[in-house]
């Protein structure tokens, strides 16, 4: 199924909370929705799961417009953070749910209900628990559940809202490959919001980052690291090593940066900001460089360098230890980033917000 949105806008007490929002997710397509605390992800789920009416736009899914359809009409999959499983009915009973409580006429038999819970008992691993009641299940497996429940009805899209926001860092780990083959086995059209970017990057074919109700991008985890639309994403991605500089034909240039191993950008002539990584910059020696090397610790793997700038900013620098040139504190080094994102100071957000030149 593929969905279509078109300039949807939504406020909430005068609030825009999505501001035109353009989106085209693909037949079988797993998209992620990727951005920080209020961004409007929520939103945008809940008004495609038909939970929330937007002010103005259209939602097309498969050809059918689904404004006019209610949620129940929609036939859609809806998995939450805290998934409430029913406490009194087994695992199996859980995900037969949907199925049962269909209106007579609509209803399958008994016997297929039972095939089609099997199906996803194993497709899903969890055939060992399908006695059990929720209470004797980890949070893990109550998500595997609760994804069983949504899929038993085969829902044309599936939305996943956080679904493992609950679960600690290995579990989530785990069950994001897991997710990633049932949706290779079912096809079906899923959105997954989350705000942790390795999640939202390991499982997803496209990543949407969302900010201030709009989107800012759309790619894959090499476009929005290497080329972030905008400083937000930027910063998002994790620039944070931000460097006033001069744009100059499309080149970066400031005191003890060299930065002729970047793209040449079409920003315009004048002040621009240029957003580094600290594990993509190269120091090479330099006494005319005003870079002085303050500050080298090991952590076995890396050297966590601290560079101190005229003005007395600071800047963090990377290097992996075993592969890393020998420095020496005190020594003056010019900086020579391998990526970087370049903005003009005109460019949206960036001469908003105050310079920062440490992590
Ligand atoms: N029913 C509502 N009434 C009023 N304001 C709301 C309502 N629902 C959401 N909001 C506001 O809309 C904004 C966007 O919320 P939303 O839940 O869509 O963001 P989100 O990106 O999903 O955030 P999170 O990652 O914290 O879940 C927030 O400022 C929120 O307070």
Redesign the pocket.
Known sequence: MTITIKGLTKS??D?P?LRGIDLTVRDGELLALL????????????IIAGL?WPDAGQLVVAGEDWLALSAQQRRIGFVFQHYALFPHMTVRDNIAFGLSVRPRAARPGNAEIAQTVDELLNLLQIEHLADRHPAQLSGGQRQRVALGRALAIRPSVLLL??PFGALDAAIRRDLRRWLREVHEKTGSTTIF?T?DQEEAFELADRVVV?GD?EILQIGTADDLYDAPACPFVARFMGAVVELPVNISDGRATARGLDASALPVTSAPDGPGRLFLRPDSIALIPDPASPWQLSRKISTGADLRLTLLGPEGQEIPVDLPRRSAPPVEISQTYRLRPSVGALFSDDAAGAAATPIRLSA
Do not use: Y
């Open positions: 909430f007490d609030t909370v951005g920080p605390s209020g961004s409007g992800k929520t939103t945008l789920l809940r929330e809202d956080e919001v705000h969302m109700g």
